[in-house]
């Protein structure tokens, strides 16, 4: 997590203005706006994160949770806030009724060069989303989905509003994450012996692209 004079620095850096700079305080200084839930297709739960500090929240074992794992160990992640303070939202129904109501993203997150909300649904509930509410949910040409109501929010701030689904998930990367998470949370105070070390790149050099299980296992059978 930044400190008061990195944070400061970060903003000099991207030439925010006082009002961009006050509202991502606002969401530095808050609490989550709200305690999530599980049903009865997700499990929700609590990430004890160490580049926050804190717990996060998620709702989702599916979507959220990997998405969690992302932001705690992507390097241009800075921070990442669970459950931010709801946004006002404005769009035409279906019907073509003027449609106004309070959304709480899932994430409010600070990148190094952007700053912006993230949000987080199934592949199917989008679908069935933009059968509902096509002036709100939309698939890209580019590929993935946008909220038009959220992005424009967003723009009035200059931030981004970034909707994920989980087609866009990268499942070998988060299991290998998974996998490595207790690795990840004692690297400042791991020490490898030396010739620990040697043997491991003796055997990367010799099958470069070896499974890390794979690797595991010629190391316990030269034990």
Not at 72 to 93: N, R, S, T
Not at 155 to 183: C, H, P
């Amino acid at each position: 997590m930044l400190t008061q004079q990195e944070f400061d620095n970060w903003c000099l850096q991207l030439k925010l203005s006082d009002i961009q700079k006050g509202a991502i305080e606002r969401i530095r200084s808050s609490q989550p706006s709200r305690v999530v839930g599980g049903g009865r297709k997700n499990v929700s739960g609590r990430y004890p994160s160490k580049k926050m500090g804190v717990t996060i929240q998620f709702e989702s074992h599916r979507v959220e949770l990997p998405k969690v794992y992302e932001l705690e160990h992507d390097d241009d992640v800075l921070e990442f806030y669970d459950q931010p303070a709801p946004i006002k939202l404005e769009y035409q129904g279906k019907n073509g009724r003027n449609l106004a109501h309070m959304h709480t993203p899932d994430f409010f997150v600070i990148r190094r060069s952007t700053v912006g909300w993230e949000e987080c649904k199934t592949e199917a509930d989008l679908e069935k989303l933009a059968e509902k509410s096509p002036n709100r949910y939309t698939r890209k040409e580019t590929g993935g989905w946008s909220d038009l109501p959220g992005t424009k929010y967003a723009k009035q701030y200059g931030f981004y509003y970034r909707m994920w689904s989980d087609a866009e998930i990268d499942w070998v990367l988060a299991r290998n994450t998974i996998f490595l998470e207790d690795y990840f949370r004692r690297i400042e105070s791991l020490i490898v012996k030396e010739d620990s070390a040697i043997e491991v790149l003796d055997l990367v050099a010799e099958e470069p692209g070896i499974l890390l299980a794979d690797l595991l296992d010629q190391i316990d059978r030269q034990k």
